[in-house]
């Protein structure tokens, strides 16, 4: 269940896509989608309930191929 908040720890599987499996960088991804959807597309929002800088997610939203 995508709906409930979801933590930093949740995220720390280290995932970049030249080093984890495609499993878990379609979870990042998904996580990333899914947080920003709760949201509005508020990035900001977004990236403080992920757990991470906005610096961070717009990283992750260029790696993940997200455009928004």
């Given at each position: ?7 930093s ?33 508020r ?26």
């Open positions: 269940d995508w709906s409930s908040d979801v933590c720890s949740d995220l720390r599987i280290a995932v970049v896509k030249t080093s984890g499996s495609e499993e878990e960088v379609d979870i990042e991804r998904e996580r990333i989608l899914n947080t920003l959807n709760e949201v509005g597309g990035k900001g929002r977004a990236a403080e309930k992920l757990g991470m800088s906005r610096s961070t997610l717009w990283r992750k939203l260029r790696e993940h191929r997200i455009i928004r």
